[in-house]
């Protein structure tokens, strides 16, 4: 386990880069656009506008994402 985190003042995301491919599929689904990819991984560099609505969780294909407001 390669383990990444990220907080803003309200939510905390991490990211495993073991599991993470890269493919984006979490930046394409963010309504937020919290997500951008840097060498092949993935990279929350717009937590603060994070909604909490857990669709990078869930559209995840690796189980990569772990974020502290999706059970
Ligand atoms: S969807 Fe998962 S595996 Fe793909 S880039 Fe995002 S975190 Fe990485
Ligand atoms: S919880 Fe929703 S708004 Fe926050 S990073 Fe994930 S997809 Fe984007």
Known sequence: MDLKMWKS?????KVD?????GHG???DACPSE???LSDGKTVPVNID????CCTCVETCPEGA???SACG
């Open 34 to 36: 919290v997500y951008e």
């Open 17 to 21: 880069y073991d599991k993470c491919q």
């Open 25 to 27: 599929d979490c930046a």
């Open 49 to 52: 506008e994070c909604v909490e």
């Open 9 to 13: 003042d309200t939510v905390t995301i």
């Open 65 to 67: 994402i772990d974020h």
